[in-house]
């Protein structure tokens, strides 16, 4: 940086302090500068994601409650909602835990494989949604790898719950590890240290220092996941066979709705969804604010 | 560690506790992910391999298969260089300008993050679609938005709209502005300035926000499924492709698709894991 900043002054050699007239025109252009900054961003984030959100939540509200009501009498609609809802919260819970064993892991250890774990940990945000559904079909399908194996023990995977639950971790393993991970990395190893020489187990320990710290990451971790994985459609379509009242997601839900051409009910069940994640997503964002970086 | 030994004899010696728990929660760690992220990449190369060359060349000569992915490489081509571009522009604006209702502007960043994709498409739906708030302004003019490529354009930028943003203005923050005047009063120009000081020092973060984007913008499906339409050799994307082959019962076509698109993430990633690298080192200096 030192250096390119040299060259601008071999470019440029006249004195620093600019005339009078000159500055008052540099003030004005500063001003003009931002004020056009400004314009660009708003309009870009207006109308690019403020103006189509209102659009849903305008039509979803526009029916008022009959229509909230309507779209959630049509058969299979509160099961959908239900089997999202209850699937993304086994998500977050599983996710949490699991994922901060993982992070704590990669944080403390140093063992052969550690590089490849950290790099697994990442692919699921780079791995296609789509792509993700085929692979759990491509592995526990039927005529597949193992997925025969599991049938012949009367355990189906694909086309049922746990197919999906297992398309619902491995979207969000991320989130809960790559939240808590920079934390653990922040914590002073002498509070742990001074713990253990007073006689605390190692459990104890983990417990009483190591997780208040690490909580409000790992909620957040949580809530990130709970929100994904509440409308999380491309993992899921190809693997869940949207059964009925059985295996169909709200998200799904909503797109039979909109093939359908029942936008206002689609409206008003996305209105409901979206107010959910985005609560979740606001409430994550106070908890992590404020947390040295 | 070692008074404590002698207070409370344990079962097993302190060493091999320690080695235990350790090893343990390594194990732990690496079958979870391994069961959960590697097993599911082994089946999708086992299945896509045991279709067979017969399937792979007849894949890549069926002129859909080959439409499905310039469409996904062109869409992906724009949504890139829109989020880039106006992605560094918010992030200036978040990190530099405080004016009220900056907080907002954050807040609305953040939300297609909180928005399932199966709502954005309905979102262009109700925009675009019969009845929507600009679907005769366009249709007088003979353009056709919805179920024709510039709505999936629309819903995958909506969708890639925050990673650049986020990426960006945390580095910019901590980067503060010292550098930047220092260029100004030494008569540097705006543009100047900002592609000689700011730019080399937010790259690392810009790569690491373009690759997710790239990578998010290859994959969509929920919300390009609603409004494209489903024209196949027209408004079908890659991913679309795959959902068409797996409808009609062409698994094997499908696991051949997924299997290609799955190798461009992973190579992707290794762009990822580069850049997140060099961003963690440059904001540790």
Redesign the interface.
């Known amino acids: 940086?030192q250096e390119?900043?040299g060259?601008?002054?071999r470019e440029?050699p006249?004195p620093?302090k600019p005339a009078a007239g000159s500055r008052a025109r540099q003030v004005a252009?500063?001003a003009m500068?931002?004020w056009s900054?400004?314009s660009?961003?708003?309009l870009?984030?207006?109308l690019?994601?403020?103006?189509?959100?209102a659009?849903?939540v305008i039509?979803g509200f526009g029916g008022g409650l009959a229509a909230l009501k309507e779209a959630l009498d049509a058969p299979g609609a509160h099961q959908a909602l239900m089997l999202s809802v209850g699937l993304a919260a086994l998500t977050a819970v599983i996710n949490a835990v699991?994922g901060t064993?993982?992070a704590?892991?990669?944080v403390r250890?140093r063992?052969v494989?550690r590089g490849v774990?950290s790099?697994?940990?990442?692919?699921?945000?780079?791995?296609?949604?789509?792509?993700?559904g085929?692979?759990?079909?491509?592995?526990?399908g039927p005529n597949?790898?193992?997925g025969g194996f599991f049938i012949d023990h009367g355990f189906q995977i694909i086309f049922a719950r746990p197919g999906i639950l297992?398309a619902l971790?491995?979207v969000t393993?991320p989130l809960v590890v790559r939240t808590v991970q920079p934390v653990l990395h922040q914590l002073d190893l002498a509070e742990e240290e001074a713990a253990?020489?007073l006689?605390a187990s190692?459990w104890v320990t983990f417990r009483k220092v190591v997780l208040p710290h690490l909580r409000s990451a790992v909620v957040a971790g949580g809530l990130l996941s709970f929100?994904r994985a509440?409308?999380?459609?491309?993992a899921v379509?190809?693997l869940s066979g949207n059964l009925l009242n059985k295996t169909l997601t709200?998200?799904?839900f909503?797109?039979q709705l909109?093939s359908d051409f029942k936008?206002d009910a689609?409206?008003a069940v996305?209105t409901l969804?979206?107010g959910l994640?985005?609560t979740?997503?606001?409430v994550t964002?106070r908890l992590t604010r404020g947390r040295p970086? | 560690m070692s008074t404590q030994g002698e207070l409370r004899p344990a079962r097993l010696s302190a060493p091999t506790r320690k080695r235990l728990v350790h090893g343990g929660l390594i194990a732990v760690a690496l079958v979870y992910v391994g069961t959960l992220v590697l097993a599911p990449l082994v089946g999708i190369t086992w299945a896509a391999t045991r279709a067979g060359w017969h399937t792979w060349s007849a894949t890549f000569a069926d002129p859909t298969a080959r439409h499905a992915y310039v469409l996904t490489g062109v869409i992906t081509l724009v949504t890139v260089v829109v989020t880039a571009i106006l992605g560094v522009v918010v992030a200036l604006v978040l990190s530099r300008d405080l004016f009220p209702g900056r907080g907002l502007l954050s807040a609305v960043a953040d939300l297609p993050i909180a928005i399932s994709p199966v709502i954005v498409g309905l979102m262009a739906v109700l925009l675009f679609g019969t009845g929507g708030w600009f679907e005769s302004w366009f249709s007088a003019r003979g353009i056709r938005i919805l179920f024709a490529v510039p709505s999936i354009a629309i819903v995958t930028l909506f969708i890639c709209i925050p990673f650049v943003i986020r990426e960006v203005t945390p580095i910019l923050q901590e980067l503060g502005t010292e550098e930047e005047q220092a260029a100004k009063t030494l008569g540097a120009t705006s543009l100047q300035t900002f592609f000689r000081v700011t730019l080399p020092n937010i790259r690392w973060g810009l790569l690491y926000g373009i690759a997710l984007s790239t990578a998010r913008a290859i994959g969509e499906v929920g919300a390009v499924v609603v409004v494209s339409g489903l024209i196949a050799g027209q408004t079908e994307t890659a991913t679309l492709f795959i959902l068409r082959a797996f409808d009609q019962f062409h698994d094997e076509t499908g696991y051949v698709v997924a299997l290609t698109l799955a190798m461009v993430s992973i190579v992707l990633l290794a762009g990822i894991e580069i850049f997140k690298h060099r961003e963690e080192k440059e904001l540790s200096r």
Do not use: C, H, K, N
């Not at chain 1, 790099?119 to 993700?132: E, G, K, N, S, W």
């Not at chain 1, 085929?134 to 526990?140: E, G, N, P, R, T």
């Open positions: 940086m390119q900043v060259t601008l002054v440029d006249r620093a252009r500063a500068g931002r900054l400004r660009v961003a708003l870009y984030l207006g690019m994601v403020a103006l189509p959100t659009a849903v039509r699991l064993v993982v704590y892991v990669l250890y063992f494989g774990l790099t697994l940990v990442d692919i699921p945000f780079a791995v296609p949604t789509l792509v993700t085929v692979m759990l079909v491509a592995l526990y597949s790898l193992v297992l971790l491995f393993l253990r020489v006689g190692r929100a509440i409308g999380e459609y491309g379509v190809i709200a998200p799904v909503i797109y909109i936008p689609a409206a996305a969804l979206f994640s985005f979740l997503v606001l964002e970086a």
